[in-house]
């Protein structure tokens, strides 16, 4: 009995080296399948003996691709310490690590450690592509109760992501699908169904290989018979069981929407044409400019072919520039947008409004204006005689040129018995009369002119006259 509880100490001590010794591994150690055990419980072997009974050691999934070199399977204790190796071994042609039915003993393996009543101990399975480069591929517990042991063989549990991409349009081939967390080198079957149609059987769209870290990033082409709506895609497991599911908007090869036209100004409108939507579903269109602006625009109903057109007018408030406009359908998710430009309204010119009241107008004036007359003596001169004939003489002409030598004798008049009309000694008898025409600047200016045109006259005709020839001088 004491042998017994010897046994049992040290094969929890091999539980702990087994566990240090997976963490000196190349990468970082990924639990993924399940360890198998037949039989799954026996005898602990007392110290020295050989007594004791093992069981072989399989797993339910093959080793990497990328891992297929060796296989080791290592005991372990709970603490993580490594207490029993039992080396490396080939691998079969399927990959599928099987301990040999030599080595199904595997107490006997290593130093003598066996576990003690009421131990833990871990059963590690390692795939190696080099001595230095190994995964963990699956693990299982040994619970030691007195001399027996016991193996769990709970399957691991695996919790697998997927993705798709947002939007696709159906019979088009596209990337984007991917997933991790599946058991490494497990086969994955992709399906897919209408999201409405949670009865619909899922259609088959391919099958893909995890690899050795349990992920996947596929190609996958849509049935081109589809038509616009949300599509649930699943992808399972076939080794693991694993499932994860996600959803996906598909569209037509008409989907679009259309604005006509694309560019307006502001207080104008556009109208928004919808083609390849669900038939008869709501579309709601919204615009928005960034984080600056949105605003909801109207519902639209397309008809049985998934079409419809709306006539767009901006909201109040709407900025300038480049505003998204967003179509989105209700119940199909699928999403078209396209860029309206927006410019500022052309301002016309204020109108012309009529003068609210007459500009002033200049007064008449209060009294007529000077006007210059030519100063007119009236005053007829008086020529008084000093002869015994008439002693007075008035002269009256009126001639713009008189006789300056008038009244030369008029003086002696009165001595020969005859009379004059003319004074004695003064001249201009038939002159200018004393009307003050003589004194205006316009006669005198005319009368200027005159007399520089005349002298100049002269100048000109004594320039041209020739010399006068010499008298002859008698000898």
């Not at 994955?188 to 050795?212: C, K, Q, S, W, Y």
């Amino acid at each position: 009995m004491l042998l017994r509880m010897l046994g049992a100490a040290g094969a929890i001590l091999l539980t702990a080296s087994l566990t240090t010794a997976s963490s000196v591994s190349a990468e970082e150690p990924t639990q993924t399948a399940k360890l198998v055990f037949d039989p799954a419980t026996g005898q602990i072997p007392v110290t020295g003996g050989t007594e004791g009974t093992g069981a072989i050691i399989s797993s339910d999934t093959p080793c990497p691709q990328t891992h297929r070199s060796q296989f080791r399977i290592v005991l372990s204790r709970s603490d993580g310490q490594s207490v029993k190796d039992l080396g490396r071994i080939a691998l079969p042609v399927d990959g599928i690590p099987v301990l040999p039915e030599a080595r199904s003993n595997f107490w006997l393996y290593g130093a003598p450690k066996y576990p003690a009543d009421g131990d833990v101990w871990n059963v590690v399975l390692y795939c190696h592509a080099s001595l230095t480069n190994s995964v963990v591929v699956a693990t299982a517990t040994i619970y030691v109760n007195g001399p027996q042991w016991t193996a769990e063989t709970t399957p691991t549990e695996y919790h697998p992501e997927f993705t798709t991409p947002i939007q696709a349009a159906a019979g088009t081939t596209l990337g984007g699908f991917g997933g991790k967390g599946f058991r490494p080198a497990e086969q994955v079957d992709i399906l897919a169904r209408p999201e409405a149609d949670g009865t619909a059987t899922p259609i088959p769209l391919r099958t893909v290989a995890a690899n050795a870290a349990g992920e996947f990033s596929e190609q996958l082409t849509l049935p081109a018979e589809w038509t616009t709506g949300v599509y649930r895609f699943i992808a399972t497991g076939r080794q693991s069981a694993a499932s994860v599911e996600a959803t996906m908007s598909v569209t037509v090869p008409t989907f679009g929407m259309t604005l006509t036209p694309q560019n307006i100004k502001v207080g104008a409108q556009t109208t928004v044409a919808l083609t390849g939507f669900q038939a008869d579903e709501q579309v709601g269109i919204t615009l928005s400019k960034g984080t600056e602006w949105s605003a909801a625009g109207p519902t639209v109903t397309v008809d049985a072919q998934g079409a419809a057109s709306q006539t767009l007018a901006l909201p109040g408030g709407a900025p300038t520039g480049s505003i998204a406009v967003i179509a989105e359908g209700k119940s199909s998710k699928a999403k078209a947008n396209l860029t309206l430009g927006v410019s500022p309204a052309t301002t016309p010119p204020p109108p012309r409004q009529p003068p609210t009241s007459q500009p002033p107008t200049s007064e008449p004036p209060t009294s007529e204006p000077p006007t210059s007359s030519d100063p007119t003596d009236t005053s007829s001169p008086t020529d008084t005689g000093s002869g015994s004939g008439s002693p007075t003489a008035t002269d009256t002409s009126t001639d713009s040129v008189g006789d300056v030598s008038g009244g030369d004798s008029g003086g002696n008049g009165g001595a020969d018995g005859g009379s004059s009309s003319g004074g004695s000694d003064v001249k201009g008898g038939g002159g200018l009369a004393s009307t003050g025409a003589f004194f205006d600047p316009r006669f005198l200016g005319t009368l200027g002119a005159v007399v520089m045109a005349g002298s100049g006259a002269v100048w000109y005709r004594f320039r041209q006259r020739p010399p006068m020839p010499e008298a002859e001088v008698a000898d």
